[in-house]
């Protein structure tokens, strides 16, 4: 079945450093694929998403390319803020018909002052 | 902003008894997800509704969990008799029919069984 793999938390950056999370995953057809984040009390939260390959998702100055011939979603930011601690979901989208969404295990981020 | 509700938000309850979760979509969104996150680990769909009817409960333990959405509206899910292995995270989610990537999720219910 659909599997995603996350890197290992938690990541501890200071302020201003780049992050990258890896994200692999395993699926049949061609799914789209997600990052969401979960806040410290909330519920998740979509980051941004890619739906077909080489695009690339992007929202408050978080990216991540879908490369097929990798199958990967890493995701990445130039400069992160204390602000962006935070957990941090890969998933993905299958393309059946009931587009069941699977997701990795999450990576804890903290970004220290 | 429209958002799911969920309650209640924390639940102790002692392993053979009975737990009910309650569940409110966005407003329009026919179908909702619920969700079972284990600490340390990502979301798992335990069953997916699209307005009345279940489309997919291939993870619900059928045994002691079941779920509802008479209506079409708000859901339950039920455990019943609740074990330790059961303390977990309940995380109910919404979204339009097709729009999987949409989903907007709850604050969720933290249930820890003793």
């Known amino acids: 079945g659909d599997s995603v793999t996350q890197m290992e938390g938690p990541v501890t950056l200071s302020e201003e450093a780049f992050l990258t999370i890896n994200c692999t995953y395993t699926a049949t057809g061609y799914p789209s694929l997600f990052w969401y984040v979960q806040y410290p009390g909330e519920g998740l939260q979509l980051l941004l998403k890619a739906t077909k390959a080489d695009d690339k998702g992007s929202n408050k100055g978080f990216e991540a390319t879908y490369r097929k011939e990798t199958t990967s979603f890493h995701l990445e930011k130039g400069s992160v803020q204390v602000s962006d601690s935070a957990v941090y979901f890969c998933?993905?989208?299958?393309?059946?018909?009931?587009?069941?969404?699977?997701f990795g295990t999450g990576t804890k981020l903290q970004v220290i002052p | 902003e429209a958002e799911v509700a969920q309650s209640p938000r924390y639940k102790i309850t002692e392993k053979s008894q009975a737990v009910a979760f309650w569940c409110d979509p966005i407003?329009?969104?026919?179908?909702l997800y619920w969700y079972r996150q284990i600490l340390g680990q990502g979301p798992e769909l335990l069953v997916q509704f699209q307005d009345e009817s279940v489309v997919d409960d291939s993870q619900l333990p059928k045994d002691r969990f079941s779920a509802e959405r008479l209506k079409g509206v708000d859901s339950t899910l039920k455990i019943q008799p609740a074990e330790l292995g059961d303390s977990a995270m309940y995380l109910c989610?919404?979204?339009?029919?097709?729009?999987?990537?949409?989903?907007?999720f709850g604050p969720g219910t933290r249930l820890t069984v003793t």
């Open positions: 407003s329009g969104h026919a179908t």
């Open positions: 989610a919404s979204s339009f029919p097709g729009q999987a990537s949409e989903q907007y």
């Open positions: 998933a993905l989208k299958d393309s059946g018909g009931y587009q069941k969404v699977t």
